[in-house]
């Protein structure tokens, strides 16, 4: 297992920023696609974003699209979600995610890794 750490979360206002990070530690996982899912309580686990091994392909969910941006730096083997104009619907734990493939990362279902998740809450 490789451990994911997610970092970043707290309380903020609707419309304020929040910025999480997500470190991989043990070992590298910079030919990884990795990803960002968030879940409330009594719902699925849904995607939010990913973002290839390289950086230079992203894809988002329709909910967050324009809003929130993913970006990596492998040399520090960490991914970043950026989000900007929170809605308190964004209320949610985020979970950092890697697999082998570009596919499997926008699943929930097989992910190779998982994060324990970190709470960001959206206050009207």
């Known amino acids: 297992q490789v451990p994911l750490v997610e970092s970043g979360g707290g309380l903020v206002q609707a419309g304020g920023s929040l910025r999480l990070s997500c470190a991989a530690s043990?070992?590298?996982?910079?030919?990884?696609?990795m990803g960002w899912f968030r879940q409330v309580p009594g719902k699925e686990r849904e995607f939010v974003a990913a973002?290839?091994?390289?950086?230079?392909?992203?894809r988002y969910a329709d909910s967050v699209k324009g809003r929130f941006t993913i970006s990596r730096d492998n040399f520090k083997s960490t991914v970043t979600l950026q989000m900007n104009s929170l809605k308190p619907e964004d209320t949610a734990v985020y979970y950092c995610?890697?697999?082998?493939?570009?596919?499997?990362?926008?699943?929930?279902?097989?992910?190779?890794?998982w994060g324990k998740g970190t709470l960001v809450t959206v206050s009207t």
């Open positions: 995610a890697a697999d082998r493939t570009w596919g499997g990362v926008q699943i929930r279902s097989g992910m190779d890794y």
């Open positions: 973002i290839d091994w390289s950086g230079g392909t992203t």
């Open positions: 043990g070992r590298s996982l910079s030919n990884y696609p």
